[in-house]
């Protein structure tokens, strides 16, 4: 007869919930997982099923109660850690989607606008043009398969234990959320710079002949320029989108190492430090 024990089905419940928190946030954070045009059933499917081949692999659990105070903690660890993951390779197609804005707006199609169901909002075609072309260049290189990869390795560098975050690895995200803008606006710097150089001759133009008009001629002029721009790039543009999805993957892989906390690091760049003179005595402080 098979008695199973209260003991025993906590720690087969909590050897597969608290795995499978962190794969389902990250497979709900990340872009391609996280398509909102990807079935709810099939996302958790997925989690579910890599969740079943991943937990006996992972090093020892703790041994809590999943209804606890102490095993909810834990499963809120999880969840943040794999969100977190999923955020920092989301922030890569953000970037991208910011150089698609720009480079719209500097043509002049800022209002051919659509519903992006990617991220839930307003988003242009130039926009969404690149996006999905960041989508196949990740696809190409299997990024999918290599954020999975690492996330599987996350287990190991920081495994599941009832224990605190260290700062640096959400001072690292915050910083990472620089790329939107840095990357962005490299993208963009060809049609940027094109458009520019039209404006200013377009300029010169109306002033050497005013009976031109500048607003029926320079709109085609411009959308033509942006155009042509954004296809003499394009075969240039599959090194710079893949060097951004595999520095995605590699932050992923890196934010684990600075939310443990079991281990010493010096200060990250870029962090402001505190410091207390110690030659004044501690009134004057």
Do not use: C
């Amino acid at each position: 007869m098979l008695v199973v024990t209260a003991a025993e089905l906590n720690t087969w419940i909590a050897a597969l919930l608290w795995p499978a928190a962190r794969i389902l946030s990250l497979i709900a954070a990340s872009p391609i997982f996280g398509n909102a045009r990807v079935p709810q059933n099939v996302k958790l499917a997925l989690g579910v099923l890599i969740a079943m081949v991943v937990a006996p692999a992972v090093p020892a659990m703790p041994a809590l109660d999943p209804a606890g105070w102490a095993g909810l903690s834990v499963l809120a660890r999880e969840i943040v850690i794999g969100a977190g993951m999923g955020f920092a390779m989301r922030l890569v197609f953000a970037a991208v989607e910011m150089a698609g804005e720009i480079s719209s707006l500097t043509m002049g199609l800022g209002f051919a606008s659509f519903f992006d169901p990617m991220s839930q909002g307003r988003s242009s075609s130039v926009s969404q043009f690149l996006v999905w072309m960041i989508t196949l260049a990740a696809l190409a290189v299997n990024g999918h398969l290599v954020l999975i990869e690492a996330l599987a390795e996350s287990f190991y560098t920081l495994p599941v234990a009832a224990i605190s975050f260290h700062n640096d690895g959400f001072w690292d995200l915050a910083l990472w959320g620089s790329k939107v803008f840095t990357a962005g606006l490299q993208l963009s710097l060809p049609v940027v710079a094109a458009l520019l150089i039209t404006n200013v001759a377009l300029g010169i133009l109306t002033r050497a002949a005013p009976q031109l008009n500048l607003f029926g001629i320079g709109f085609p002029i411009t959308l033509g320029v942006g155009f042509l721009t954004i296809t003499m790039t394009l075969p240039y543009m599959s090194m710079p989108l893949q060097v951004l999805v595999n520095d995605g993957i590699e932050k992923a892989r890196q934010l684990p190492r600075e939310w443990d906390s079991r281990t010493a690091r010096p200060p990250m760049p870029g962090k402001p430090q505190i410091k207390l003179n110690s030659d004044k005595p501690a009134s004057a402080l």
